[in-house]
């Protein structure tokens, strides 16, 4: 994408109760991804790789940056359909009632009327935030049951933090539900900085602390880490990934220049001269 | 079959068909809120090519079954996909059956000098009553063109009435065409015993099989005909689903299931059963059923900078305009307009067509900006719009929006 410069950062960990890290994310300027895959025992890892496989390809042979939300549908209609066949072939080999599935949220950059936009799509309960002048929003919005809690007044938001069935998701890629994704198209402008991230950060901490790291951290690779290390800290009950996406420029502050962000994290850390 | 109006007889089913001048479809019942929108544009004439292309834009894998017929100019093209959707062309020498049960995708054929074409879609209804029908949307079991012998008395089929748009065109004509129907065709289950000698296609190796009931390719998750019923034990399923929220439209959903896991497993995200809420949230009025996502301009935007715009979707405008929450296939125009003192909001308003009682017209709604928005409509006074209420625009309003930002209503 023509002049338009991204900086970004990405961390995920296992977390302290899971034995599987069935996360998975994908930083291919100008794709982004994170994908948090579902049942153990029924390999959600493959789910969630497959996803960010489709997508990296997607990243590597290039799109159409007018039709972003067709191209989006199809790669996720691709991923669907390898994940369908994955269970099918894992059925044969007499793995009853398999059902592997991912949730799927995805940033790239698409063209609307000559000017870059981002486009976010979301399917399950990742989540995408965007951070503009030291304030934190919600943009995608969850397809979980205490989703609809909330959107029909039957609990609060502050209740679905804690209510016993916040896990469960109403969209995903794989089994038999709906895999129509949610889209969203912003402008550049909208936001200096772009967070994509699993439900085991936004579940294990609540994004005023989310809004306080990423105004702390100048470096998207320290937001993301530092975002990471919050959602372990805070209990770790299940994997965290956290993506940052700075667009260059629309920073407040360009906290260093496009040379330096292609410095290794080593050289950073000192470990290089 | 080069006529530009087919007369087709139908038995009244559970499926929706809209016959138009130059394509038929054929949607499942699960699949109405589609066959609405897909109304209009078949109903106006649209091509085969062009009518594929809408009924596949949401993608093929939640889609489990369509027929679609183009009867137009040239060659008669069928395309059959699902369980139990059968098709059987007839030309001077052949009869070619397709059927849907046991592909992945769908079954395509093309063939000139069709004289008679069967389409039987389930066995409701498998031996009612045949209506006459040239145009119009109605609930059918099986079609057949030219109309299968001995119709029935012309009264429209009692499950017209529930799909939305509903324009039934259907004809009375008390004595039709027995003799041009040669008897072999005018059953749907006929084994097509001419179908080796078919060779304008490769040959199809589920032509052999035609009457195998279902099929499934390794790879392939056959849709269930009736969703929830394949529920195996071991499933997760939300105990109690939320009420749907009392303003959110009526919206099929694409199957009846829902996203089913075993309650195994390590990672703490899992999916789940949400009653009749599964499916996206349209955008837009509340209590109004959503507009279709593309529609004809009902109205052309003329911005104060010289811009325009046509109103054939969710046309949003402001400073530095977001989409929400859309779907693939209705991807709202995002106009910006300048704003030099930021009197005008990053999203502003929406212009959208209007649905209900507002089709055929735009409606504009206020999306909460800070420094809100006057309409001024034609012999009315100036009025301030309340956010989130959509008002209808007569043409030749002015929407002004501050900053010195003006938009006129024209028509289109």
């Known amino acids: ?273 | 079959m080069s006529r530009s109006v087919s007369t087709w007889s139908y038995r009244p089913g559970e499926w929706v068909a809209i016959f138009g001048a130059a394509t038929t479809l054929l949607l499942p019942d699960s699949e109405k809120q589609r066959a609405a929108q897909l109304w209009e544009l078949v109903d106006g004439g649209a091509g085969f090519d062009a009518t594929l292309d809408q009924v596949l834009a949401p993608g093929l894998s939640v889609l489990p079954a369509f027929v679609l017929i183009g009867t137009g100019e040239g060659p008669t093209k069928v395309i059959v996909r699902g369980a139990g959707v059968r098709a059987t062309l007839t030309t001077n020498d052949e009869s070619v059956e397709l059927d849907g049960s046991t592909v992945t995708t769908w079954v395509e054929r093309t063939l000139e000098g069709v004289t008679a074409l069967t389409v039987s879609v389930g066995g409701a209804g498998a031996d009612g009553p045949d209506y006459l029908i040239d145009g119009g949307l109605v609930r059918v079991a099986r079609i057949d063109l030219p109309p299968h012998a001995a119709p029935g008395a012309a009264e429209a089929a009692p499950g017209a009435a529930e799909a939305a748009p509903v324009v039934a065109v259907v004809e009375a004509v008390p004595e039709a065409v027995p003799e041009a129907v040669p008897e072999a065709v005018t059953g749907a289950d006929a084994e097509g015993p001419a179908t080796e000698v078919f060779s304008i296609d490769e040959p199809s190796p589920l032509d052999d099989e035609a009457d195998t009931s279902s099929v499934s390719p390794p790879g392939f998750d056959p849709m269930p005909e009736d969703g929830p019923a394949q529920d195996a034990s071991g499933m997760v399923w939300a105990s109690d689903a939320p009420p749907a929220p009392p303003m959110a439209p009526p919206l099929a959903p694409p199957f009846p299931g829902a996203v089913a896991v075993p309650d195994d497993h390590d990672g703490m995200t899992r999916a789940g059963a949400a009653g009749d809420d599964v499916g996206p949230t349209p955008p837009g009025i509340p209590g109004q059923p959503p507009a279709p996502s593309v529609t004809r301009p009902v109205a052309t935007l003329v911005i104060s900078n010289g811009e325009s715009v046509e109103v054939d979707r969710v046309v949003l405008i402001g400073r530095a305009p977001e989409a929400r929450r859309f779907t693939a296939t209705e991807q709202p125009r995002l106009v910006t307009v300048p704003s030099a003192l930021h009197e005008i909001s990053s999203t502003h308003i929406e212009v959208r067509p209007g649905s209900g009682a507002d089709h055929g017209s735009a409606v504009v709604t206020d999306m909460g900006s800070t420094n809100g928005t006057v309409l001024v409509q034609p012999g009315l006074e100036p009025e301030e719009l309340q956010p989130g209420i959509a008002v209808q625009l007569i043409p030749g309003a002015i929407i002004n929006l501050g900053d010195g930002v003006t938009i006129q209503v024209m028509n289109p």
């Not at chain 1, 044969?92 to 059902?99: C, I, L, V």
């Not at chain 1, 950060?201 to 790291?213: A, F, K, P, R």
């Open chain 1, 1 to 273: 994408m023509t002049g338009v410069e991204l900086h970004h950062g990405a961390a995920t960990d296992v977390g302290l109760v899971r034995e599987v890290n069935e996360d998975a994310f994908l930083v291919a300027p100008p794709v982004f991804v994170v994908a948090d895959g579902m049942g153990g025992h029924d390999r959600g890892d493959i789910a969630s790789a497959i996803v960010v496989e489709e997508f990296r390809r997607l990243a590597d042979a290039g799109y159409d940056p007018a039709r972003g939300p067709a191209v989006v549908a199809a790669t996720l209609l691709g991923a669907q359909a390898r994940i369908a066949a994955y269970d099918a072939a894992q059925r044969a080999q007499g793995a009853r009632d398999f059902h592997a599935g991912t949730t799927a949220v995805v940033a790239l950059l698409i063209e609307q009327s000559g000017e870059p936009k981002w486009l976010l799509a979301n399917l399950g309960d990742s989540r995408v935030y965007k951070y503009n002048h030291g304030r934190l929003e919600q943009v995608s919005v969850d397809h979980s049951l205490v989703q609809d809690l909330v959107d029909a007044g039957t609990i609060i938001a502050s209740d679905a933090l804690v209510h016993p069935e916040r896990h469960v998701i109403t969209r995903a890629l794989g089994g038999s539900g709906s895999t129509d994704a949610d889209y969203f198209v912003l402008p550049l402008s909208a936001a200096e900085r772009l967070v994509l991230c699993s439900d085991g950060v936004s579940g294990m901490i609540d994004d005023q602390h989310i809004e306080g790291i990423l105004a702390a951290a100048e470096d998207p690779r320290d937001a993301a880490d530092q975002m990471v290390a919050a959602a372990v800290a805070a209990g770790g009950k299940d994997n965290a990934t956290a993506v940052v996406v700075d667009v260059v420029g629309l920073a407040a502050e360009t906290p260093y220049d496009s040379e330096r962000q292609r410095v290794s994290l080593e050289e950073k850390l000192g470990a290089l001269p």
